[in-house]
């Protein structure tokens, strides 16, 4: 009786072991976000993380943007100038849900260096700067974007962008001026989270079959002996 009871156990261990392997595993959610400097102040609405369907291990900001401009550049000598220098700057910030901190805070520059200008007036069209970043949020303000018990599920973010800005320095006689500018960009939040999962009643009724059958299998070989 003793070695049944050994096995029995053993045997509703393992079930334990392989349900307990059925449970739970790691998942990713992502919100996307597209903006652009036609827009100064988006007041973005985002889910929160739903507490019901898994436990919340991280929250991180994905972020890409990219500033085109376009300029002219007057040179006001005879002969073509070097070491030209235009650019643009274009700044976003990203702020937090209420009461939380600034989480990205990122300059793009589109900016043409060493540039000759040849000529009274040259077009420099198309000058492109990209900035990637990410930002983990700290694991004490987690609380801030989940909804216990599947409560209030939205949130509010506010991304803040300054359009592109003339920054650019050249030689004595030469003078350059930002036409137009544009900045576009995605805002992705990630959820890193462990999914739990309640096995379906078949699969609960599978492991315990099996449990019974290998008792079964025991007491038959005992009975035999």
Same mark, same amino acid.
């Given at each position: 009786m003793i070695r049944?009871?050994? +096995?029995?156990?053993?045997?509703?261990?393992?079930?334990?072991v392989?349900?307990?392997?059925?449970?739970?595993?790691? %998942? %990713?959610?992502?919100?996307?976000?597209?903006?652009?400097?036609?827009?100064?102040?988006?007041?973005?609405?985002?889910?929160?993380?739903?507490?019901? +369907?898994?436990?919340?291990?991280s929250v991180t900001y994905e972020f890409d943007a990219t500033n085109v401009s376009n300029f002219s550049v007057f040179n006001l000598n005879p002969s073509p100038a070097t070491g030209v220098d235009i650019k643009s700057v274009a700044h976003v910030d990203v702020f937090g849900p209420i009461g939380l901190s600034q989480y990205l805070s990122e300059d793009i520059t589109a900016e043409a260096a060493n540039y000759t200008a040849n000529g009274f007036l040259s077009q420099v069209t198309g000058v492109t700067g990209n900035t990637t970043d990410t930002a983990s949020v700290a694991l004490g303000d987690l609380s801030a974007y989940q909804a216990p018990g599947g409560g209030p599920l939205a949130g509010q973010l506010v991304i803040n962008i300054t359009p592109g800005t003339y920054q650019g320095t050249t030689p004595p006689g030469v003078f350059g001026n930002l036409d137009s500018t544009s900045t576009t960009g995605t805002l992705k939040i990630h959820y890193n989270f462990t999914r739990v999962v309640t096995p379906e009643p078949g699969t609960w009724a599978l492991l315990a079959a099996s449990s019974v059958m290998g008792v079964a299998g025991i007491r038959r070989r005992r009975r035999s002996a």
């Open positions: 049944t009871k050994s +096995i029995l156990g053993s045997i509703l261990a393992l079930v334990g392989t349900a307990a392997g059925l449970t739970a595993h790691a %998942d %990713d959610l992502v919100q996307t976000f597209n903006f652009n400097d036609a827009t100064p102040t988006y007041n973005v609405t985002f889910n929160l993380f739903n507490s019901n +369907i898994g436990v919340l291990n």
